[in-house]
């Protein structure tokens, strides 16, 4: 098998197995807080789980910009297995917390040594064919989206059957084996020796640097915005499926399958537009899947029931699937080499961003708009990033050429 092929399939089992740690809490954190960590106000349950949850958000925005400049210095590898280890480490460790504070500084440390997504996009972005690159990032988004379906599914059947501390401890040692898969069997054909040679500067002068690229700044723009728009209802989902069932019966399967559906199919389909992206080109793809996203979103906010919601979500994630691994190809395109990890990095810091800020939007806009009206305004928001890429990138590929 070629070496970007083997690179590709353990950076994939190792992003599945990264994102299904990440996920696996999701379900129970609030009552982790309740239960183990001795917490009873419910008022003070909800802020100190929305602040937990958002801490890694944080710190990772903050940080992803000096690993992605220290990878392009010293090599991705490295930097994957920093991330992959450390994660593993500060993982376990939150199964030993005592109090919420314990919790929040060690969610805030993970935010610091995150990145191993990123670090495996940049890795697999460099070793593969520049005429295979689409499929390449359609096939390792769809480890990690198919790690973030099952990732909460698996954490509430585990936190039912051993408790909520067993969980930290076994999503470490998910993390610690996909660390050890990428140390022994990822090859990088990185020289550390020219990259020592070449010009170091700092992260703000690297970052002008990029945004000089008159495509970049546009990429790292459509991140945001795919992110912002696509979290500012998410959180809101159980509502409003408990508003469509009329009741709370099988409230928590049916919000399952809502969210589990838009991943099953972005999983599915994130292969298929990468290699649509190859041969018909990726800007083609990503403005047909901000489009797709944007029109998919518009019948979710007249729903008569929860299966009328389960099909618009399940083609919502169809577009998904070509929207970020689209994204990610097109960056690696318009970066020069030696700078790819950086770029990636101020990528992800992007991502991180959007997705700070969708939940918060959402959640202040909900009391005026309703979610139905949320979903209106993220159908409005891509369909505007849509015409803005189509225009902007052509415009810009003109003024170059």
Request: proline fraction near 4%.
């Amino acid at each position: 098998m070629q070496r970007w092929k083997v690179n590709l399939a353990v950076l994939w089992i190792g992003n599945f197995l990264v994102m299904a740690g990440m996920t696996m809490i999701t379900p129970f954190l609030a009552l982790y807080l309740k239960k183990d960590l001795g917490m009873t106000n419910e008022h003070a349950i909800g802020i100190w789980a929305g602040l937990i949850f958002a801490a890694n958000f944080v710190t990772s925005f903050m940080f992803q910009p000096l690993w992605g400049k220290l990878s392009d210095r010293y090599g991705r590898k490295i930097m994957l297995l920093r991330s992959g280890f450390g994660m593993a480490f500060v993982m376990t460790l939150m199964g030993f917390a005592q109090t919420p504070w314990h919790l929040l500084a060690l969610r805030m440390a993970n935010g610091v040594i995150s990145g191993y997504s990123p670090a495996a996009v940049s890795l697999v972005s460099a070793s593969t064919p520049k005429d295979r690159m689409g499929f390449a990032m359609g096939t390792l988004q769809s480890g990690g989206t198919a790690g973030v379906i099952l990732g909460p599914l698996i954490g509430g059947w585990m936190a039912d059957s051993f408790g909520f501390r067993p969980i930290f401890y076994i999503t470490g040692t998910l993390m610690f084996i996909a660390s050890v898969l990428s140390w022994v069997m990822v090859r990088e054909n990185f020289d550390r020796t020219a990259a020592a040679r070449a010009p170091q500067m700092s992260i703000i002068k690297g970052f002008q640097e990029l945004m000089v690229i008159p495509q970049i700044p546009v990429l790292l723009s459509i991140t945001l915005l795919i992110q912002f728009a696509m979290l500012s209802p998410m959180a809101l989902i159980p509502l409003y499926v408990e508003k469509l069932l009329g009741s709370t019966h099988n409230l928590v399967l049916w919000a399952g399958f809502v969210g589990a559906v838009t991943g099953l199919s972005n999983m599915l389909f994130s292969p298929l537009l990468g290699w649509l992206g190859d041969r018909i080109g990726a800007k083609t793809i990503l403005v047909i899947s901000l489009a797709g996203t944007a029109v998919m979103f518009v019948p979710q906010a007249f729903a008569g029931s929860v299966g009328e919601l389960l099909v618009y979500r399940f083609l919502l994630g169809c577009f998904m699937g070509g929207l970020i691994p689209t994204v990610n190809a097109l960056l690696r395109k318009y970066t020069p080499d030696g700078k790819e990890s950086r770029a990636f990095g101020f990528n992800g810091s992007a991502l991180a961003l959007g997705n700070m800020l969708g939940p918060v939007t959402g959640g202040i806009l909900s009391g005026s708009i309703g979610i139905e009206g949320l979903f209106l305004v993220s159908a409005a928001l891509l369909m505007a990033t849509g015409v803005w890429t189509f225009v902007t990138l052509r415009r810009r590929e003109r003024a170059a050429a």
